[in-house]
């Protein structure tokens, strides 16, 4: 996959075109639909799956005469903030339901009130499909560019999500650590950002002894990703993000069927990624940085063992009892490296434990901090736009599982509740007077759902975009 087609987007948006119109009108559920004498002559189509989980129903009438058709879209009033998810619903149904596609073109109508915007994202969502190794028959509806839809916002957003979802998708043979890196650099120069990526093996045992103590045991040598964008006299917003582009466990290895899904677990840095993408390629008033450490979790006769000490990059030692704990081994040294200079705010993506997806399952990201206010309206935030994270707490009570006889600390701890342990961990890397903030997610969807395919997924990208706009961004009235 060239760099450049991780942020492609598919040609499903017309600003004219002489095809068939197929018009789509937006109702309130209880309002006034097309009135009786519209409706002479069309003939309404009943199909299954036509309802769309809690936001209403899609109506598909056909008018023989003049070989018209319309979608009358019924939604529940009380979710004005569903736009995205009733366009990935309106895009699939489109695709089983309407008969040559390719000869109409949807547009909505002048009453269509919901945000045209967030719909055009969602329409592009609707459209991803991960086409690197296997090309795709689908017929893309395509849409009208809707009145008063801001273009460059859509699709931006929508770039961050594909290339977010592509980086995941890519096998771990093709997308290895200096390929993630690859990645980092065509970004960077795209949007003229300053990079670094720190490959010298002496300069990673002293500076990111943890880093590569987890990266040594592939034949594929880790790296530390770290750029630089923006006004630096403007709030700094740091993104960090687990970069393990595959993951074995290592010695202490996993089964066949929880290695299957782990080139998913570079997640962490794909959503740093894109929405770094976005943030820049909206030209937010910030200054960014994102850090990301590369590694691959092998085994092998370099690779790390359980009861070896390293001091990371902080000076705290930490003892392995678990080799198969590696991200918040990188995530550390990288977070330290953070610390080192001034943030507003540092906002960690991990996929980082199977005891957050016990707590919140696939679709909710676990949300930890050291400021409960700002977890409180993070997920608030996340609610609000359907992208949810839900607040786990850092309960220290769970610190004295993380003491070791012979170092400082360990990298895991016996208790049920992994994934506060694993944050706990981190806490111990990160400014005490800095705001943090730690996404634990899933980044795959196993079942493929409209908007969803199956396969890498962005999780709580909008929602931190959503809160870094919302905190950090004065728009002009």
Same mark, same amino acid.
């Given at each position: 996959?060239?760099?450049?087609?991780?942020?492609?987007?598919?040609?499903?948006?017309?600003?004219?075109?002489?095809?068939?119109?197929?018009?789509?009108?937006?109702?309130?559920?209880?309002?006034?639909?097309?009135?009786?004498?519209?409706?002479?002559?069309?003939?309404?189509?009943?199909?299954?799956?036509?309802?769309?989980?809690?936001?209403?129903?899609?109506?598909?009438?056909?008018?023989?005469?003049?070989?018209?058709?319309?979608?009358?879209?019924?939604?529940?009033?009380?979710?004005?903030?569903?736009?995205?998810?009733?366009?990935?619903?309106?895009?699939?149904?489109?695709?089983?339901?309407?008969?040559?596609?390719?000869?109409?073109?949807?547009?909505?109508?002048?009453?269509?009130?919901?945000?045209?915007?967030?719909?055009?994202?969602?329409?592009?969502?609707?459209?991803?499909?991960?086409?690197?190794?296997?090309?795709?028959?689908?017929?893309?509806?395509?849409?009208?560019?809707?009145?008063?839809?801001?273009?460059?916002?859509?699709?931006?957003?929508?770039?961050?999500?594909?290339?977010?979802?592509?980086?995941?998708?890519?096998?771990?043979?093709?997308?290895?650590?200096?390929?993630?890196?690859?990645?980092?650099?065509?970004?960077?120069?795209?949007?003229?950002?300053?990079?670094?990526?720190?490959?010298?093996?002496?300069?990673?045992?002293?500076?990111?002894?943890?880093?590569?103590?987890?990266?040594?045991?592939?034949?594929?040598?880790?790296?530390?990703?770290?750029?630089?964008?923006?006004?630096?006299?403007?709030?700094?917003?740091?993104?960090?993000?687990?970069?393990?582009?595959?993951?074995?466990?290592?010695?202490?290895?996993?089964?066949?069927?929880?290695?299957?899904?782990?080139?998913?677990?570079?997640?962490?840095?794909?959503?740093?990624?894109?929405?770094?993408?976005?943030?820049?390629?909206?030209?937010?008033?910030?200054?960014?940085?994102?850090?990301?450490?590369?590694?691959?979790?092998?085994?092998?006769?370099?690779?790390?063992?359980?009861?070896?000490?390293?001091?990371?990059?902080?000076?705290?030692?930490?003892?392995?009892?678990?080799?198969? +704990?590696? %991200?918040? !081994?990188?995530?550390?040294?990288?977070?330290? &490296?953070?610390?080192?200079? /001034? #943030?507003? =705010?540092?906002?960690?993506?991990?996929?980082?434990?199977?005891?957050?997806?016990?707590?919140?399952?696939?679709?909710?990201?676990?949300?930890?901090?050291?400021?409960?206010?700002?977890?409180?309206?993070?997920?608030?935030?996340?609610?609000?736009?359907?992208?949810?994270?839900?607040?786990?707490?850092?309960?220290?009570?769970?610190?004295?599982?993380?003491?070791?006889?012979?170092?400082?600390?360990?990298?895991?701890?016996?208790?049920?509740?992994?994934?506060?342990?694993?944050?706990?961990?981190?806490?111990?890397?990160?400014?005490?007077?800095?705001?943090?903030?730690?996404?634990?997610?899933?980044?795959?969807?196993?079942?493929?759902?409209?908007?969803? +395919?199956? %396969?890498? !997924?962005?999780?709580?990208?909008?929602?931190? &975009?959503?809160?870094?706009? /919302? #905190?950090? =961004?004065?728009?002009?009235?």
């Amino acid at each position: 996959m060239k760099r450049a087609d991780l942020f492609t987007l598919p040609d499903i948006f017309l600003t004219k075109t002489e095809r068939k119109i197929l018009q789509v009108s937006l109702h309130a559920a209880g309002g006034n639909r097309p009135s009786a004498k519209d409706n002479i002559d069309w003939k309404s189509f009943p199909t299954n799956g036509n309802n769309f989980r809690d936001h209403g129903k899609i109506t598909h009438e056909y008018k023989e005469k003049t070989d018209t058709r319309r979608l009358i879209v019924t939604i529940d009033p009380t979710r004005p903030n569903a736009a995205m998810d009733i366009a990935t619903l309106i895009f699939q149904y489109a695709q089983d339901h309407i008969p040559d596609l390719d000869s109409y073109a949807l547009t909505l109508d002048d009453n269509f009130e919901i945000d045209t915007t967030q719909f055009c994202v969602g329409w592009y969502v609707a459209a991803y499909q991960f086409t690197a190794f296997k090309k795709s028959h689908r017929t893309l509806p395509q849409l009208i560019w809707p009145k008063n839809a801001d273009k460059k916002r859509a699709q931006n957003i929508a770039q961050g999500i594909y290339l977010a979802r592509n980086l995941i998708n890519l096998p771990a043979n093709i997308l290895g650590p200096s390929e993630l890196a690859d990645a980092a650099q065509f970004m960077a120069q795209k949007h003229e950002a300053k990079i670094t990526v720190i490959k010298d093996e002496n300069t990673l045992r002293k500076s990111f002894p943890l880093v590569h103590a987890v990266g040594k045991g592939s034949q594929r040598a880790p790296c530390v990703i770290d750029f630089s964008w923006g006004n630096p006299k403007h709030k700094k917003i740091t993104l960090v993000g687990k970069g393990v582009v595959f993951d074995t466990g290592g010695y202490d290895l996993k089964p066949s069927s929880a290695m299957l899904l782990m080139k998913k677990d570079m997640g962490g840095a794909a959503m740093a990624l894109g929405l770094a993408h976005i943030m820049m390629g909206l030209k937010l008033p910030v200054h960014l940085r994102v850090i990301i450490p590369a590694v691959e979790n092998s085994v092998s006769g370099s690779a790390f063992r359980p009861m070896d000490i390293f001091t990371a990059r902080n000076g705290k030692t930490v003892e392995i009892h678990n080799t198969d +704990a590696e %991200g918040r !081994l990188i995530l550390a040294d990288c977070l330290t &490296l953070a610390c080192e200079s /001034k #943030n507003d =705010v540092i906002i960690d993506f991990a996929t980082l434990t199977g005891a957050a997806r016990a707590a919140l399952g696939f679709d909710v990201p676990a949300l930890f901090s050291n400021d409960s206010d700002l977890a409180q309206e993070i997920q608030n935030i996340s609610l609000h736009i359907d992208d949810p994270v839900w607040h786990l707490p850092l309960w220290r009570g769970y610190a004295s599982e993380m003491k070791s006889n012979h170092a400082d600390m360990n990298n895991t701890g016996t208790s049920p509740a992994g994934a506060i342990t694993a944050a706990l961990f981190l806490h111990e890397f990160v400014d005490k007077k800095t705001p943090w903030i730690h996404i634990d997610h899933y980044a795959w969807e196993p079942y493929g759902r409209p908007g969803r +395919a199956k %396969g890498g !997924l962005d999780q709580s990208l909008r929602t931190m &975009l959503t809160y870094i706009e /919302k #905190n950090f =961004v004065t728009r002009k009235k």
